[in-house]
């Protein structure tokens, strides 16, 4: 069945620094990718997503790209600041089944 | 913004306890899920509602759990008796495609603790 393997955490950067985390995906089909943020305590949020091949999801400052020879979608940040500490899950979803999240990777930002 | 609304968003209960988690979709969502997240893993699908149908409850434990959407509206998680591995945060989502191509939006959560 479609899955989703992110890079294993934690990931601990200084502040500024460059951020990617790894995502591969394993679909029959063609599913849209998303990258969702979970702060301690609250549920996810959507952050960015991407529907087809070559798309690009951006949002505050993050970006993904959807890379089907790759099967990938690496997030990836210019620069990170103390505020973007959380958890952040890789997921995809295609017509056939529900959305399958990886299993996050946590993020800490030092000042 | 909408917002998906859930309560309680804490829950400790004793084990073979009955206890029951709430959840309200944005307006206009007709599709509603339900997910667990045990602490440190990715959320993981019990149920998901299509209006007050059910669609999928493929994981969903029947001999303990239970899930109603009567109205198609807001939905109702139930679990009895709890019992101590259910310790988790249950996260109810809404969307505007069955598919989830939008993505979903999900509420805060209700964090379970079974004592």
């Known amino acids: 069945g479609d899955s989703v393997t992110q890079m294993e955490g934690p990931v601990t950067l200084s502040e500024e620094a460059f951020l990617t985390i790894n995502c591969t995906y394993t679909?029959?089909?063609?599913?849209?990718l998303f990258w969702y943020v979970q702060y301690p305590g609250e549920g996810l949020q959507l952050l960015l997503k991407?529907?087809?091949?070559?798309d690009k999801g951006s949002n505050k400052g993050f970006e993904a790209t959807y890379r089907k020879e790759t099967t990938s979608f690496h997030l990836e940040k210019g620069s990170v600041q103390v505020s973007d500490s959380a958890v952040y899950f890789c997921?995809?979803?295609?017509?056939?089944?529900?959305?399958?999240f990886g299993a996050g990777t946590r993020l800490t930002v030092k000042p | 913004e909408a917002e998906v609304a859930q309560s309680p968003r804490y829950k400790i209960t004793e084990k073979s306890q009955a206890v029951a988690f709430w959840c309200d979709p944005i307006?206009?969502?007709?599709?509603l899920y339900w997910y667990r997240q045990i602490l440190g893993q990715g959320p993981e699908l019990l149920v998901q509602?299509?209006?007050?149908?059910?669609?999928?409850d493929s994981q969903l434990p029947k001999d303990r759990f239970s899930a109603e959407r009567l109205k198609g509206v807001d939905s109702t998680l139930k679990i009895q008796p709890a019992e101590l591995g259910d310790s988790a945060m249950y996260l109810c989502?809404?969307?505007?495609?069955?598919?989830?191509?939008?993505?979903?939006?999900f509420g805060s959560g209700t964090r379970l603790t079974v004592v």
């Open positions: 991407a529907t087809k091949a070559d």
């Open positions: 307006s206009g969502h007709a599709t």
């Open positions: 989502a809404s969307s505007l495609s069955p598919q989830g191509n939008y993505g979903y939006t």
């Open positions: 679909a029959t089909g063609y599913p849209s």
């Open positions: 509602f299509q209006d007050e149908s059910v669609v999928d």
């Open positions: 997921a995809l979803s295609d017509l056939s089944n529900d959305m399958r």
